[in-house]
T-cell receptor, first 109, second 115 residues
Framework: LAKTTQPISMDSYEGQEVNITCSHN???????ITWYQQFPSQGPRFIIQ???TKVTNEVASLFIPADRKSSTLSLPRVSLSDTAVYYC??????????FGAGTTVTVRA | GAVVSQHPSRVICKSGTSVKIECRSLDFQATTMFWYRQFPKQSLMLMAT?????????EQGVEKDKFLINHASLTLSTLTVTSAHPEDSSFYICSASEGSNQPQHFGDGTRLSIL
């Protein structure tokens, strides 16, 4: 399983953009990069998935450089409700995933 | 689409009781489902991979006789915690994917409390 490294925590204020970078140096050719959000006492919620370049959906953008050894999740204009733990995972969709510690994002008013 | 439902959401029971947790993929079929456990302030830890029609694959250190997994259909996997004890109290979460290039989707978890 490809190991990921991301910051333990990040603080931000409402309305700001939050960028979380994840390192995955040993990502395999078939691996996708997926980000999840988790609130306390809930299962992780899918945010975005990508393989290369840039992916954007209604809640976030994912930037992946050509070498794919890292990725950056961008959350535009965060609100208090975006306070959560964010996990970066790499792997194939129907294969087991290994969760790291995640990044605790705290958004303040 | 891609909804995973988990039931029950919370269980409180006495030590020695066996508890069954269900995980269903509501709008897709899943030949593989996964079971995780999460302790407070910690990350998810993969317990086992549930395979439809065959035996589950357990991660190192997870007792297969303690945590029985049955994947009887393409939409249902169950985890039974046998003879549960207080140290089994945790948050159990399942997940499933629609396919090899699709992300996994997670259930809302089951909070198990053994008294």
């Amino acid at each position: 399983l490809a190991k990921t490294t991301q910051p333990i925590s990040m603080d931000s204020y409402e309305g700001q953009e939050v960028n979380i970078t994840c390192s995955h140096n040993n990502i395999a050719t078939n691996d996708y990069i997926t980000w999840y959000q988790q609130f306390p006492s809930q299962g992780p919620r899918f945010i975005i998935q990508g393989y290369k370049t840039k992916v954007t959906n209604e809640v976030a953008s994912l930037f992946i450089p050509a070498d794919r050894k890292s990725s950056t999740l961008s959350l535009p204009r965060v609100s208090l409700s975006d306070t959560a733990v964010y996990y970066c995972l790499v792997g194939e969709g129907d294969y087991k995933l290994s969760f790291g510690a995640g990044t605790t994002v705290t958004v303040r008013a | 689409g891609a909804v995973v439902s988990q039931h029950p959401s919370r269980v409180i029971c006495k030590s020695g009781t066996s508890v069954k947790i269900e995980c269903r993929s509501l709008d897709f079929q899943a030949t593989t489902m996964f079971w995780y456990r999460q302790f407070p302030k910690q990350s998810l830890m993969l317990m086992a991979t549930s395979n439809e029609g065959s035996k589950a694959t357990y991660e190192q250190g997870v007792e297969k006789d303690k945590f029985l997994i049955n994947h009887a259909s393409l939409t249902l996997s169950t985890l039974t915690v046998t003879s549960a004890h207080p140290e089994d109290s945790s948050f159990y979460i399942c997940s499933a994917s629609e396919g090899s290039n699709q992300p996994q989707h997670f259930g809302d978890g089951t909070r198990l409390s053994i008294l």
